[in-house]
């Protein structure tokens, strides 16, 4: 498993020590916010606020704080107007970023981005300077120490998966975005303990990095990951395994 992929399963990690602090909560409930603003306030008819209130119960979010987040989408309670917004760079030695955000003023997001990158050895891009470089992805994560790789093998050929990748703990199965929630209940009806899926963007190649450029990306993605307009992070980047653990 590629470092861009191992520093994926140590974020939600890592999320779930800052949802005891309350610090992702404002992040998930901008998603919901998002998602029941642009597609309503049913799960069941809405898959984008069906994954959001997913993640949302990840990271224990009380199911008030869900439901009044859905209201201020839908419009029953009055709330602050988020814009989306994608951003695209370059890290330290090449490696290519792509940053998804939801914010109220979207001045005050790019010239913070600018700055994150700049004091780390990076620059923010145009659009679509990078986005050219990943491809959008269905990412189910499973639970390496409930189940072995001959079963989620042969699991994830019976829901048409694309891909397996592989790490000490966990299984990483890819699929085809338009079939991700098919595949996820595909691979629960046999047996399979999944910890997280998602949408996610997969680099087409990665970039190695190590030594100081390397500290300098886990550095970028930890400050751009603590903006508070920012949702989620894509790199291409490849760090060694003993690097990213340190940093965890």
Same mark, same amino acid.
């Given at each position: 498993m590629s470092g861009h992929s191992k520093w994926h399963n140590i974020r939600l990690r890592k999320a779930k020590v800052d949802a005891e602090k309350g610090k992702i909560f404002s992040k998930v409930t901008r998603e919901i916010i998002m998602a %029941? /603003? $642009? !597609?309503g306030g049913n799960p069941e008819a809405n898959t984008r606020l069906r994954m959001a209130i997913q993640k949302a119960r990840e990271v224990s979010m009380p199911q008030d704080n869900i439901? /009044?987040?859905i209201q201020r989408g839908t419009g029953e309670l &009055? !709330? @602050?107007? +988020? &814009?989306e917004a994608t951003f695209e760079g370059y890290g330290p030695g090449g @490696?290519?970023?792509m940053i998804q955000v939801l914010t109220d003023n979207r001045k005050r997001t790019v010239g913070d981005i600018r700055n994150i990158f700049s004091r780390h050895g990076g620059n923010l891009g145009e659009a679509g300077c990078v986005a050219w470089m990943f491809q959008q992805k269905g990412v189910i994560l499973v639970d390496g120490k409930a189940t072995d790789e001959d079963t989620v093998m042969a699991a994830a050929l019976e829901v048409d998966a694309e891909d397996i990748r592989t790490s000490d703990t966990t299984f990483e199965v890819i699929t085809a975005p338009e079939i991700? $929630?098919?595949?996820?209940s595909g691979l629960e009806d046999q047996g399979v303990q999944i910890t997280h899926a998602e949408i996610s963007m997969i680099p087409q190649s990665t970039v190695s990095v190590a030594g100081k450029q390397a500290e300098q990306v886990i550095q970028l993605m930890e400050e751009l990951e603590?903006? &508070?307009d920012v949702q989620r992070i +894509? %790199?291409?980047f490849d760090i060694p395994d003993e690097m990213l653990e340190q940093a965890a």
């Open positions: %029941a /603003r $642009e !597609g439901k /009044r987040a &009055e !709330g @602050v107007h +988020y &814009e @490696v290519a970023f991700l $929630e098919k595949a996820k603590d903006q &508070e +894509y %790199a291409n």
